[in-house]
Nanobody, 122 residues
């Protein structure tokens, strides 16, 4: 089993920045491709970003391209999401997920964190 713990969320004004972290523990002898998803109140969960096991492949939702950057430090078992130029529409609970079981843009992952709240005020 792998446990994922997100941190770094908070309240920020529009145009500001936050960096989210997702730390993996448990069976971390194997690294996993990892993604960030988010879910806003009353909306479905949506894909945000994805990074392959070694960080050589990256994918982003169109809505965050150019503003968000996903990265990882496998020595620390941590995946990051740097979020710049935040907008009120970015307000959501952000979840990290590891080990995709199919399409990486869909929510079928083996492991999920508990989420961290990001609120962007206008």
């Amino acid at each position: 089993q792998v446990q994922l713990v997100e941190s770094g969320g908070g309240l920020v004004q529009a145009g500001g920045s936050l960096r989210l972290s997702c730390v993996a523990s448990g069976r971390t002898s194997s690294t996993y491709a990892t993604a960030w998803f988010r879910q806003a109140p009353g909306k479905e969960r949506e894909f945000v970003a994805y990074i392959t096991r070694r960080g050589l492949g990256l994918e982003y939702a169109n809505s965050v391209k150019g503003r968000f950057a996903i990265s990882r430090d496998n020595a620390k078992n941590t995946v990051y999401l740097q979020m710049n130029n935040l907008e009120p529409d970015d307000t959501a609970v952000y979840y990290c997920a590891a080990e995709a079981k199919g399409n990486v843009y869909e929510g079928n992952y083996s492991y999920w964190g508990q989420g961290t709240q990001v609120t962007v005020s206008s």
